[in-house]
């Protein structure tokens, strides 16, 4: 979410360039893929799955680039794959995902209600004089007690919100219903194509009350300096 806190919106930049989107979709699409062709057989789709993101892992570590992207596909795949095989039910190899989704669900949403929007958080984090930038942790809130930025980070995390809402609508029934197919094509669709959506939406909202939030900075020293007394003899 760094791109939120960028000037200007990168589609690659949000999505981890072509390198993120493969190893994003590479093991749910060759999970939909190898269960069809095989006649629906789950073990050698779960083994095109686990071995996907195995690959993806080596070839960082091989090329020593940083690996967190394809550790975490690891770790989400790693716990479909066990959950399908212990039950021997293919849809079991998304309930991982569903779960998660509606934990960010529970998540996000709590963060606006409570009037600490997600959004606001992830700004001050990667703000210029954010602790990530080497600044105090302080600065992550130091938006709160200003409204106009309260209001704009809480509408730019609400789309989040509906992003997480709306995958469980559609990919919750698929799940019950057994409909592996609908629900891998579902999850792919409704995986980076969507959050890159959302990211530049959320990106959109928070751009104009960043920049008047600059100007003002800008302004204030130039005003103390005009309105400081000369010291002429």
Request: no cysteine; charged share 15%.
């Amino acid at each position: 979410m760094r791109v939120l806190a960028s000037d200007t919106f990168s589609a690659s930049d949000a999505v981890g360039g072509v390198r993120g989107v493969v190893e994003s979709i590479a093991p749910g699409l060759l999970f939909v893929v190898v269960y069809l062709a095989t006649g629906q057989r789950l073990t050698p789709a779960l083994v095109a799955a686990a071995g996907a993101a195995l690959v993806a892992v080596v070839v960082r570590l091989a090329q020593r680039t940083p690996v967190t992207q394809a550790l975490s596909g690891v770790i989400g795949v790693g716990v479909g794959v066990v959950w399908a095989w212990r039950t021997g039910d293919a849809s079991d190899y998304f309930a991982y995902g569903l779960w998660v989704n509606a934990a960010y669900l529970v998540g996000t949403l709590a963060t606006v209600l409570v009037g600490w929007p997600l959004v606001g958080l992830v700004m001050g984090l990667f703000a210029a004089d954010g602790p990530l930038s080497g600044g105090p942790w302080r600065n992550v809130v130091a938006w709160h007690d200003d409204r106009e930025l309260r209001r704009a980070y809480t509408l730019a995390t609400l789309p989040w919100v509906g992003m997480f809402a709306l995958r469980l609508v559609v990919q919750v029934p698929l799940y019950l219903n057994d409909d592996v197919a609908w629900l891998g094509t579902a999850k792919l669709a409704m995986g980076v194509p969507l959050t890159a959506l959302v990211l530049w939406v959320s990106w959109v909202l928070v751009r104009p009350v960043q920049r008047a939030v600059r100007a003002r900075s800008a302004q204030d020293p130039q005003d103390q300096q005009e309105q400081a007394p000369s010291s002429h003899p």
